[in-house]
């Protein structure tokens, strides 16, 4: 919802009678109050910040290997020391640094692979909800297909044969998550397409460009905010599935999953180095997750729980 | 009925169809498989000796209606890395994998229903919120890292359950876990929403005003009708599963479907591969349109729209 457009309605309508408050206002209303989405939403903030300039925030190398400081514990076990908080590697890479920059990586492919997915899933979910007819059955026949897939090994198998870079994953993974998109967006639009405002759109000569733009796009946004928070999360733990697999990013470059796979061998004797990026993975998907119901209930319409 | 029923077999005809040319092309996809499977150093000859050996120099679709041919009289080829046929190497992973997958599906219904319906019932107290938080970080934690934790934790420094093997069921325990935690989430939430808006219909009321009890109101009218979705979903939950075992199949060492392909696409032994994901692909086609039949069965308004 374009929040000038809404507000420039409800001004107008403000000096004849109406009292309650707007959807704009509403929407204020709720998310001052919600914990969970300035919670979540504030931890997102602050890890793409740190990511963004990892060069500046951390003195170390990612690939910068030391092999008299192996294997350096944590600042919380006794041996561990602040020049390495989170200790260093098998290789003495300083683990922070390599988690930063992991999260570069991470982050980046699931932000995009989610924008790349959420572009091409809501056009042709819109498409399929607009014009209905034989052309929603094709829509619907793609989305079957896609659905009947085993997700994780056609990524696997893609990323098998087209290589493990940062722009296959980014496609790898918009593949994957495009449909749900689609779904979502098809019904709506479909339940949007029957009302008032877009008959009296068609009624005013309207072209079609400009009915799915500026009636049903706009009615859209806020479903498509909600399912792309979630599959960030979902795309940030699938990159993560992968390059743990072996088959993602390729070491030494860092990267979540990578992290886990690295220190694998390790797990026994330095639990850390798979605890460590784990529970970063955990943390930043649930912080997007409670940001993703946050929107939600804020820009939910009225009296829906 | 029957219109309903033909009309899904000849859109589920099409879409497996649709699939197997998918799974076919999956790993030719980079346009030169022959040379793949010689390896770096192999000259032109014994490339082009590989693709004759394959039937790779033959025209893509006389090659895919090849294999689909064989494949409905139950000929799959055979592995290019140990000759063995695909058929059997499928039929001797198949057990392991529908039994991880049976058993993770019970534990997350066991969990998911009974805690969805306290949440309904108990709506916005901390019960709900708890349940909230449980399936939020279900959903949020990576399943292989999970997994690995269930192996420090109690395979290493308790040494309660095996972390490798197939042999009894006691080698599933930690396996099931892992996989039935991350997929219980959805279905409580499923149950949870469902059995809120159930509880606010008319019927309820009804049942409610006629004086019936609290009790017998939400256990025998109430909750048939909110499971409804969870029991189609489960069907589609068990087709899901069967082709996302892959990562937790290859760190408790499980001999499954998804181990296989696992190895298949790091080995390039595309005729295992493309056979797994079509029959991963034709069994969740099947698990759909079985989930389908029986929520028309169960629900008028969908079989007479």
């Not at chain 1, 119901?293 to 804020?298: L, Q, S, V």
């Not at chain 2, 006629?210 to 979903?233: E, F, Q």
């Amino acid at each position: 919802m374009a929040p000038n457009e809404t507000s420039a309605v409800a001004t107008a309508e403000n000096e004849f009678h109406v009292d309650a408050p707007t959807p704009w206002e509403v929407m204020k209303v709720r998310a001052r109050s919600h914990m969970g989405f300035w919670i979540g939403g504030g931890f997102v903030l602050i890890c793409v910040i740190v990511a963004a300039l990892a060069p500046w925030i951390t003195p170390f190398d990612p690939f910068d290997q030391d092999l008299d400081k192996r294997f350096v514990p944590p600042v919380w076990n006794e041996e561990g020391s602040w020049t390495h908080p989170l200790g260093t590697d098998q290789f003495g890479r300083d683990y922070l640094t390599r988690l930063i920059f992991g999260g570069q990586i991470s982050l980046a492919i699931g932000f995009l692979a989610a924008t790349v997915a959420a572009i091409v899933g809501s056009i042709i979910g819109m498409i399929g909800g607009y014009f209905g007819g034989r052309v929603d059955a094709v829509v619907m026949y793609v989305i079957n297909s896609k659905l009947a897939l085993p997700g994780l090994i056609v990524s696997l198998s893609l990323v098998a044969v087209f290589g493990g870079s940062f722009l296959v994953l980014v496609l790898v993974l918009a593949f994957a998550f495009w449909d749900a998109y689609a779904v979502a967006l098809r019904t709506i639009t479909m339940q949007i397409r029957t009302q008032d405002f877009v008959a009296a759109a068609e009624a005013a000569g309207a072209s079609r460009r400009r009915i799915i733009l500026s009636e049903i796009l706009p009615n859209l946004l806020n479903q498509v905010i909600v399912i792309f928070t979630l599959e960030v999360a979902l795309a940030i733990l699938i990159e993560a599935t992968l390059s743990f697999l072996g088959l993602g990013i390729q070491p030494p470059t860092p990267s979540w999953g990578g992290l886990v796979s690295e220190g694998r061998d390790q797990m026994f004797f330095n639990p850390y180095l798979v605890t460590i990026p784990g529970v970063t993975i955990f943390i930043v998907a649930i912080a997007i997750n409670m940001m993703g119901d946050g929107i939600r209930d804020i820009t939910a319409p009225e009296g829906r729980n | 009925m029957l219109n309903y029923f033909l009309n899904r077999l000849i859109v589920a005809i099409l879409v497996a169809i649709t699939v197997s040319i998918f799974a076919f092309s999956l790993l030719r996809l980079s346009g030169d498989l022959a040379s793949e499977l010689a390896g770096d150093d192999a000259s032109e000859a014994e490339i082009q000796a590989v693709a004759k050996a394959y039937g790779l120099d033959r025209p893509f679709h006389i090659q895919y209606l090849d294999w689909a041919g064989s494949a409905l009289s139950g000929d799959l080829g055979v592995s290019v890395f140990s000759n063995e046929p695909v058929f059997e190497i499928i039929t001797a992973a198949m057990p392991v994998t529908i039994k991880l997958a049976t058993y993770s599906l019970i534990l997350s219904l066991v969990i998911a229903i009974p805690l969805g319906i306290l949440a309904a019932v108990r709506r916005n107290t901390w019960i709900d919120r708890a349940a909230l938080v449980f399936a939020v970080s279900g959903q949020a934690i990576p399943n292989f890292w999970l997994g690995l934790m269930f192996i420090l934790v109690f395979g290493v420094m308790l040494a309660w359950l095996p972390i490798a093997g197939q042999e009894t069921w006691v080698h599933f325990v930690l396996p099931t876990l892992t996989i039935g935690l991350s997929s219980m989430p959805v279905k409580m939430r499923l149950t949870r929403a469902g059995m809120i808006e159930v509880m606010q219909s008319d019927f309820i009321r009804t049942a409610r005003a006629k004086g019936l009890n609290r009790t017998s109101v939400m256990y025998k009218h109430a909750l048939r009708n909110a499971i409804l979705p969870v029991v189609s979903i489960t069907m589609v939950s068990f087709g899901r599963l069967l082709g996302g075992t892959v990562v937790v199949e290859s760190i408790f060492a499980l001999n499954g479907i998804g181990f296989e392909a696992l190895q298949a696409i790091i080995r390039q032994d595309f005729p295992v591969v493309q056979s797994i994901v079509a029959m991963i692909a034709f069994i969740y086609i099947a698990l759909t349109i079985i989930s389908d039949l029986i929520n028309a069965q169960l629900d008028p308004r969908i079989r007479l729209n």
